[in-house]
T-cell receptor, first 115, second 106 residues
Framework: GAGVSQSPSNKVTEKGKDVELRCDPI?????LYWYRQSLGQGLEFLIY????????KSGLPSDRFSAERTGGSVSTLTIQRTQQEDSAVYLC?????????????FGPGTRLTVL | QQQVKQSPQSLIVQKGGISIINCAYE??????FPWYQQFPGKGPALLIA?????SEKKEGRFTISFNKSAKQFSLHIMDSQPGDSATYFC?????FGDGTTLTVKP
């Protein structure tokens, strides 16, 4: 079946612009996660959804970052007034449910470059 | 505060050798320790995982060793192959280490 998909695959924007990153999880997966991976760095956890709810938003780097999920499916990560330090690969993952033991399936990521 | 510390940052191994990557965690509440493998341009994919009620788990050439008292776990790749060249991440729940870039030389 189809895996996790993300769009766009690459996004180049100018400093100060807003960007929206989209994630389509695996059908039937109720949990969805967003991570940020800077060049040569590990995965920084940003936020997770169980259904449409995001119980913990403390991983978001600043109030310029927001995320929503609708219909228990598609999620959008929005970055307002982008800064150069926002340049990174943004990864989305989904799992059957939010549980320690459920495998997370990752999408290919969106590479964001802020000029 | 980094809750999962991974080492080394990079590793070069000859084909057929053993690759060893180590991780240490701080939160004793963590109860699931997966390893993910990531190839360039791809998202990470689950390689192998262990729960703290066992000390070792083996799947093919990949073995996780777990030391609960030391709060450490490691990935061993036996008979390393060039196709194993990738970045490996340990994790505890949704907290990931910084990754280890493995290069296996033919």
């Amino acid at each position: 079946g189809a895996g996790v998909s993300q769009s766009p695959s690459n996004k180049v924007t100018e400093k100060g612009k807003d960007v929206e990153l989209r994630c389509d999880p695996i059908s039937g997966h109720t949990a969805l996660y967003w991570y940020r991976q800077s060049l040569g760095q590990g995965l920084e956890f940003l936020i997770y959804f169980q259904g449409n709810s995001a119980p913990d938003k403390s991983g978001l780097p600043s109030d310029r970052f927001s995320a929503e999920r609708t219909g228990g499916s598609v999620s959008t990560l929005t970055i307002q007034r982008t800064q150069q330090e926002d340049s990174a690969v943004y990864l989305c993952a989904s799992s059957l449910a939010y549980s320690s033991y459920n495998e997370q399936f990752f999408g290919p990521g969106t590479r964001l470059t802020v000029l | 505060q980094q809750q999962v510390k991974q080492s080394p940052q990079s590793l070069i191994v000859q084909k057929g050798g053993i690759s060893i990557i180590n991780c240490a965690y701080e939160n004793t509440a963590f109860d699931y320790f997966p390893w993910y493998q990531q190839f360039p341009g791809k998202g990470p994919a689950l390689l192998i995982a262990i729960r703290p009620d066992v000390s070792e788990k083996k799947e093919g050439r990949f073995t996780i060793s777990f030391n609960k008292s030391a709060k450490q776990f490691s990935l061993h790749i036996m008979d390393s192959q060039p196709g194993d060249s990738a970045t490996y991440f340990c994790a505890a729940r949704s907290t990931f280490g910084d990754g280890t870039t493995l290069t296996v030389k033919p």
